[in-house]
């Protein structure tokens, strides 16, 4: 019979191996905003790279806005806003989430029921609410944002964290490593905790997914981040604006944005399908 970290670590090669289209595609996007803005001419903030209002062609992929800024360079600029934001917003909901979760299944009791009331009261609210009275109570800098964001995607995280350590706090080799004298909180470390990985990597892509949408959102309504930042919500609200004039001010974002939640989404079907399919190794 194979130990359960064996099991996990076959779990994790399983979600590592061939990545999907979805997968390839998001590490694509990563790269073209992190590397794009080096390597393209035109600076994002460059007013007069070309003629307001230019259609895509060949000088500017993707046009100009109103001040002849190309707005290829600006997209990827705002990529790096919007995906730094939303990383650092998945990176603070996994933080708290996790330790949320395994807190209330190690502990139980009122513990337990305190801690799951407390999530269930923070998800009967509509996020959009709650992030809207956060931003107007605490700003909205890249600091107060990621925090914000991260806060509103953590009592999900923490329910499924905590269904997910109660199934494996009770199966055979927790309750075996229990009898044989281990602590429980050796048990959560070295046994129980390396099988979440895979759960929480699915969780992981859903949260960034998320933190897009929340970020884009709250920009997109003008209580995002403000200028001179520009991520992708703030190029959608500008494009808004001017949408009779160029209408691929606001077609371009919404395809980055679109494109993005939809390879996040779908990488997050093929991890679940690879951990279900992995689980009888």
């Keep these: ?16 191996h061939r990545p999907d289209a979805g997968t390839v ?22 007013i007069g790279a070309g003629l307001p ?3 895509p062609g060949w000088g500017h992929p993707m046009g100009t806005d109103d001040l002849g800024r190309d707005l290829l360079a600006r997209i990827l600029a705002g990529g790096r806003i919007t995906l730094g934001v939303a990383g650092a917003a998945t990176v603070v909901s ?50 107060s944002l990621t925090i914000i964001v991260g806060f509103l995607l953590a009592p999900a995280t923490a329910r ?24 429980k909180w ?23 997914a998320s933190a897009i949408i929340l970020e884009a959102t709250l920009s997109f309504i ?12 703030t190029l959608l609200l500008q494009g808004y604006g001017k949408i ?14 679109v494109a993005t939640i939809w390879a996040l989404m779908s990488s997050s079907d093929a991890m679940r399908s690879r951990a279900r399919n992995g689980g009888g190794a």
């Design 160 to 183: 499924i964290v905590r269904s997910v350590t109660l199934a494996e706090l009770t199966a055979d080799y927790a309750i075996a490593a229990q009898a044989c004298g281990l602590p």
């Design 94 to 143: 996994l933080i708290l989430g996790i330790t949320w979760g395994v807190v209330a299944a190690a502990r139980r009791g009122w513990v337990d029921e305190a801690l799951m009331r407390t999530a269930d009261g923070f998800m009967a609210i509509p996020q959009i609410v709650f992030a809207l009275v956060c931003v107007a109570a605490f700003g909205a800098t890249v600091v």
């Design 1 to 16: 019979m194979a130990s359960p970290n064996a099991v996990s670590a076959v779990r994790i090669r399983r979600l590592s």
């Design 25 to 46: 595609l998001v590490v694509v996007i990563i790269v073209v905003c992190l590397v794009g803005p080096f390597l393209w001419p035109y600076p994002a903030d460059k």
């Design 222 to 233: 003008g209580l995002g981040l403000q200028p001179p930042a520009a991520s992708w919500g």
């Design 186 to 208: 050796r048990v959560l470390i070295r046994e129980v905790l390396p099988n979440l990985l895979p759960t929480v990597a699915v969780q992981a892509t859903i949260n960034l």
């Design 244 to 257: 009779y004039n160029s209408a691929w001010l606001v077609l371009i974002p919404t395809i980055w944005i």
């Design 53 to 55: 209002y230019l259609a």
